[in-house]
């Protein structure tokens, strides 16, 4: 078996569309997909984000991917899928005729205003030909008004996909869903990464049904912009696409098929300086550079053996999973026994690693090239079943019965309960291990902002201003963009509520310009760094003695540590903080950011905190790595009695509240 270098892929599960990626795959020249895309994207002059997947491979990348942005016309193709779904669902007739009035008629870009008069008759399958190859507009509100302007906002949160939205009809301001949005993002929003997930199902042939994205793909391949992705294509290749330009905006997005795979990308732009309307204006030059060079780094002249399998890792799925955990099971001494059921867990992650550990390869859970090699030939075909008189025979063991007495069985790692006021260790399960929190580093991280700002509330009102630094920060996002501003205790939301680690970069760099350097870097000005000496010095003044920070957000770093009993008494500490209570406590919390060029836009953050669902619980952070597994600090109360629960190294989301509920229970029912 032969691996090609550009085999070094990164899996990116259905489940993580929402994060911030940028493959380490290398090219034939051993060059990065983000080192060909980055400059492109950072040499535009204006707002960006950008999804890039070549669906055979698996390689991919997102810049800013889950930044809500402004559509334009793109949010057509949204529309034409909800009309096919009708159509499928028998509540749509395609084959209707529609009569065009003259108050149909709307400016912009189209045939039917200018060229056809009042009268006419066209079926709705034509009026979505029209919507999608010339983005008529008097056609798009036509189809709008037959499958109803809610319903693509409505199919759309049922994909998975909840910022795109279709705000209001073409032209019809009267129409607005939501007036805010409509004059923050105009006719539609989506991310990059939600219209990928779109692109995906429709190369599947899975969005709506085999037909219905047959017959979408014609109306896409039919497109006639060719200022945007087509531009710079070679002659010949196939483009599944749909576009959008307004003002500062100019968007596209579709399947691009070539010789090595189909390649699905959206681009997504607006504030563009560049608002000219011709072919050169930059925003259509950057659609067409970023096609050409997802199109050069995908079919480089490097030959390539389409046997080599992908890297798999945690989150991946599908038949190639099922292979590895056959051939695992017949590997390993004693077998693991691991389901053959396609998905990438924990489980098969640490039988991973035990192989990897038997063959003194580096025992990272992933399996890459290395891997590949050490365990080939795979077993692709399961073994024939045995003669059912040998199983029903087998006695199989059975482990010893649980305890009837002591603190609930839970999953994770490590756990502790405390006292909310006084952060006193009441009950405990290896809770000074020292261990990886994940997210749960953010506790600390308000607690030290909030004890810089001290008893003067005017500072939680200071602005700060998100720098490059903070906006490309890996991982969990508030979504806020480098240059715009907003207020300290709004940051606290976005920082608590939905894990945002360049909240945590930017809360850093503001107040750590009041903080004394690190011993061991006496004379740096980096505020960052400032800072996180200033989260140890604050872990050494509450006693701890198993916490570590090198960062204000908890992403894996080595001498990045803290154990379950140390967490509860940073969160006591916390508690005592009013702001920081309400930040945990809130399910949702929106706000409006400043922009460089003085634009407004609003936000929207919700609670990554499962908890909060239920009645007695309040806050506090929840956090989860691979490293770290699923981890939670929860506040509660029970007939006046106030209690903090944290767990490390849950073995999955919905098993660290399991656990944290049952820890719960059985601490309020303790004498």
């Given at each position: 078996?032969?691996f090609?270098?550009?085999m070094?892929?990164l899996?990116?599960?259905p489940?993580?569309w929402?994060?911030?990626?940028?493959?380490?795959a290398?090219g034939?020249e051993?060059d990065?997909?983000?080192?060909?895309?980055?400059?492109?994207?950072?040499a535009h002059?204006?707002?960006?984000?950008?999804?890039?997947?070549h669906?055979k491979?698996g390689?991919?990348f997102?810049?800013?991917?889950?930044?809500?942005?402004p559509?334009a016309?793109?949010?057509k193709?949204?529309?034409?899928?909800?009309?096919?779904?009708q159509?499928?669902e028998?509540?749509?007739?395609?084959?209707?005729?529609?009569?065009?009035?003259?108050?149909d008629?709307?400016?912009g870009?189209?045939?039917l205003?200018?060229h056809f008069?009042p009268?006419?008759s066209?079926?709705?399958?034509d009026?979505i030909?029209?919507?999608?190859?010339?983005?008529?507009?008097?056609?798009?509100?036509?189809?709008?008004d037959?499958?109803g302007l809610?319903?693509?906002?409505?199919?759309?949160?049922?994909l998975?996909?909840?910022?795109?939205?279709?705000?209001a009809?073409?032209?019809?301001?009267?129409t607005s869903?939501?007036?805010d949005r409509s004059?923050?993002?105009?006719?539609?929003?989506?991310?990059?990464?939600?219209m990928?997930?779109?692109?995906?199902?429709l190369?599947?042939?899975?969005?709506?049904?085999?037909?219905?994205?047959?017959a979408?793909l014609?109306?896409?391949r039919?497109?006639?912009?060719?200022?945007k992705?087509?531009?710079?294509?070679?002659?010949?290749?196939?483009?599944?696409?749909?576009?959008g330009?307004?003002?500062?905006?100019?968007?596209?997005?579709?399947l691009?098929?070539?010789?090595?795979?189909?390649?699905?990308?959206c681009?997504?732009?607006?504030h563009n300086?560049d608002?000219?309307?011709?072919?050169?204006?930059?925003g259509?030059?950057?659609?067409a550079?970023?096609?050409?060079?997802?199109?050069?780094?995908?079919?480089s002249d490097?030959?390539?053996?389409?046997?080599?399998?992908?890297?798999?890792?945690v989150?991946a799925?599908g038949?190639l999973?099922?292979?590895?955990?056959?051939?695992?099971?017949?590997?390993?001494?004693?077998?693991?026994?691991l389901?053959v059921?396609?998905?990438?867990?924990?489980?098969t992650?640490?039988?991973?690693?035990?192989?990897?550990?038997?063959?003194?390869?580096?025992a990272?859970?992933?399996?890459?090239?290395?891997?590949?090699?050490?365990?080939?030939p795979?077993?692709?075909?399961?073994?024939?079943?045995?003669?059912?008189?040998?199983?029903?025979?087998e006695?199989?063991?059975?482990?010893?019965?649980d305890?009837v007495?002591?603190?609930?069985?839970v999953?994770?790692?490590?756990?502790?309960i405390?006292?909310?006021t006084?952060?006193q260790?009441l009950?405990?399960s290896?809770?000074?291990d020292?261990?990886p929190?994940?997210?749960?580093?953010?506790?600390?991280t308000?607690?030290v902002?909030?004890?810089l700002?001290g008893?003067?509330p005017?500072r939680?009102?200071?602005?700060?201003e998100?720098?490059h630094?903070?906006?490309r920060?890996?991982?969990?996002?508030?979504g806020?963009?480098?240059?715009?501003?907003?207020?300290?205790?709004?940051?606290l939301?976005?920082l608590?509520?939905?894990?945002?680690?360049?909240?945590?970069?930017?809360?850093?760099?503001?107040?750590?310009k009041?903080?004394?350097p690190?011993a061991d870097?006496?004379?740096?000005?980096?505020?960052?760094?400032?800072?996180?000496?200033?989260?140890n010095?604050t872990?050494d003044?509450?006693?701890?003695?198993?916490t570590h920070?090198?960062?204000?957000?908890?992403l894996?770093?080595?001498?990045?540590y803290s154990s379950?009993?140390?967490?509860?008494?940073?969160?006591?500490?916390?508690?005592?903080?009013?702001?920081?209570?309400?930040?945990?406590n809130a399910?949702?919390?929106?706000?409006q950011?400043?922009?460089?060029?003085?634009y407004?836009?609003?936000?929207?953050?919700?609670?990554?905190?499962?908890?909060l669902?239920?009645?007695?619980?309040?806050g506090l952070k929840?956090?989860?790595?691979?490293?770290?597994?699923?981890?939670?600090?929860s506040?509660?109360?029970?007939?006046?009695?106030k209690?903090?629960?944290?767990v490390?190294?849950?073995?999955s989301?919905?098993?660290?509240?399991?656990?944290?509920r049952n820890?719960?229970?059985?601490?309020?029912?303790?004498?």
């Amino acid at each position: 078996m032969t691996f090609s270098k550009r085999m070094a892929v990164l899996f990116i599960s259905p489940l993580v569309w929402g994060l911030a990626i940028l493959s380490p795959a290398t090219g034939a020249e051993g060059d990065s997909l983000d080192t060909k895309l980055l400059p492109i994207i950072r040499a535009h002059q204006g707002q960006v984000a950008v999804a890039v997947k070549h669906l055979k491979s698996g390689v991919a990348f997102e810049y800013r991917g889950t930044v809500p942005m402004p559509t334009a016309s793109l949010i057509k193709l949204p529309v034409m899928i909800e009309a096919y779904r009708q159509a499928h669902e028998g509540k749509l007739n395609l084959q209707k005729m529609i009569a065009l009035k003259a108050d149909d008629k709307v400016p912009g870009s189209g045939i039917l205003a200018t060229h056809f008069s009042p009268g006419m008759s066209l079926s709705i399958r034509d009026a979505i030909q029209l919507m999608i190859a010339v983005s008529d507009n008097t056609a798009t509100n036509l189809v709008i008004d037959q499958i109803g302007l809610p319903a693509t906002t409505d199919l759309m949160n049922r994909l998975g996909c909840p910022n795109t939205k279709l705000n209001a009809k073409v032209y019809k301001p009267e129409t607005s869903l939501s007036p805010d949005r409509s004059q923050q993002f105009g006719l539609g929003s989506t991310t990059s990464s939600e219209m990928l997930r779109l692109l995906e199902l429709l190369h599947r042939r899975e969005l709506v049904s085999p037909a219905a994205s047959d017959a979408m793909l014609t109306h896409l391949r039919a497109c006639e912009d060719r200022d945007k992705f087509p531009a710079d294509l070679p002659e010949g290749i196939k483009l599944a696409h749909k576009t959008g330009a307004v003002g500062a905006v100019r968007t596209d997005a579709g399947l691009l098929e070539t010789p090595s795979g189909t390649i699905a990308l959206c681009v997504l732009t607006s504030h563009n300086k560049d608002q000219r309307g011709v072919p050169e204006n930059a925003g259509n030059v950057l659609c067409a550079n970023i096609a050409r060079a997802a199109y050069d780094y995908f079919n480089s002249d490097e030959p390539t053996d389409d046997s080599d399998p992908q890297v798999l890792q945690v989150g991946a799925s599908g038949e190639l999973v099922e292979t590895l955990q056959r051939t695992l099971n017949a590997r390993l001494k004693p077998s693991p026994k691991l389901a053959v059921d396609g998905d990438f867990g924990t489980t098969t992650q640490n039988a991973v690693i035990r192989f990897q550990k038997d063959r003194n390869l580096p025992a990272t859970g992933i399996v890459a090239p290395e891997t590949w090699r050490a365990i080939a030939p795979l077993v692709l075909e399961p073994s024939p079943a045995p003669d059912p008189k040998i199983i029903n025979a087998e006695v199989l063991p059975r482990r010893p019965r649980d305890p009837v007495t002591g603190p609930p069985i839970v999953t994770a790692k490590a756990w502790a309960i405390g006292d909310q006021t006084t952060g006193q260790i009441l009950f405990q399960s290896a809770g000074d291990d020292r261990l990886p929190m994940a997210s749960t580093t953010k506790v600390m991280t308000a607690l030290v902002a909030l004890n810089l700002c001290g008893n003067d509330p005017k500072r939680l009102d200071e602005m700060i201003e998100f720098s490059h630094r903070a906006d490309r920060t890996a991982g969990t996002s508030s979504g806020i963009h480098a240059g715009e501003r907003v207020a300290v205790r709004e940051t606290l939301y976005g920082l608590m509520l939905p894990s945002g680690n360049d909240a945590a970069v930017a809360l850093a760099e503001h107040f750590g310009k009041r903080c004394a350097p690190p011993a061991d870097v006496p004379k740096t000005q980096d505020p960052l760094l400032k800072f996180v000496a200033e989260m140890n010095r604050t872990a050494d003044k509450l006693g701890l003695k198993n916490t570590h920070f090198v960062n204000p957000h908890g992403l894996p770093a080595k001498s990045h540590y803290s154990s379950a009993s140390d967490l509860v008494k940073i969160a006591a500490a916390a508690s005592k903080h009013a702001i920081l209570r309400d930040c945990a406590n809130a399910r949702q919390h929106g706000c409006q950011l400043l922009g460089p060029e003085g634009y407004r836009r609003n936000i929207v953050w919700k609670n990554t905190n499962e908890l909060l669902e239920m009645e007695g619980f309040q806050g506090l952070k929840t956090g989860t790595t691979n490293a770290a597994g699923s981890c939670l600090i929860s506040t509660g109360d029970y007939q006046n009695r106030k209690l903090i629960v944290v767990v490390l190294g849950a073995t999955s989301s919905e098993n660290r509240y399991l656990d944290t509920r049952n820890l719960f229970k059985w601490a309020w029912n303790q004498k």
